[in-house]
């Protein structure tokens, strides 16, 4: 499973994300948009413009710091 968190420094929302990710478990990749235009003009064609945003296996994908979402990631992986 590939799962990548697009996140900007100082962002609070993707600080809980990634530490979340980290306590369930789930491994993922970190883009920093403030430093990747590619990345950034990617998560803006797919819709969001508020991050973090977490794209997994190019096909499912949300914005924001989302438990919930989390959760269902640990429980498909473990």
Same mark, same amino acid.
């Given at each position: 499973?590939?799962?990548?968190?697009?996140?900007? &420094?100082?962002?609070?929302?993707?600080?809980?994300?990634? $530490? !979340?990710?980290?306590? @369930?478990?789930? &491994?993922?990749?970190?883009?920093? $948009?403030?430093?990747?235009? @590619? @990345? $950034?003009?990617?998560?803006?064609?797919?819709?969001?413009?508020?991050? &973090?945003?977490?794209?997994?296996?190019?096909?499912?994908?949300? !914005?924001?710091?989302?438990?919930?979402?989390?959760? #269902? $990631? #640990?429980?498909?992986?473990?």
């Amino acid at each position: 499973m590939n799962i990548t968190v697009y996140n900007k &420094p100082g962002c609070q929302q993707c600080k809980f994300t990634c $530490l !979340s990710l980290d306590h @369930a478990g789930i &491994p993922y990749n970190v883009v920093d $948009l403030t430093t990747n235009a @590619a @990345a $950034l003009e990617y998560v803006q064609d797919i819709g969001y413009s508020q991050a &973090p945003i977490v794209v997994v296996n190019d096909q499912h994908h949300w !914005s924001g710091f989302n438990p919930t979402e989390i959760e #269902r $990631l #640990r429980l498909v992986i473990h």
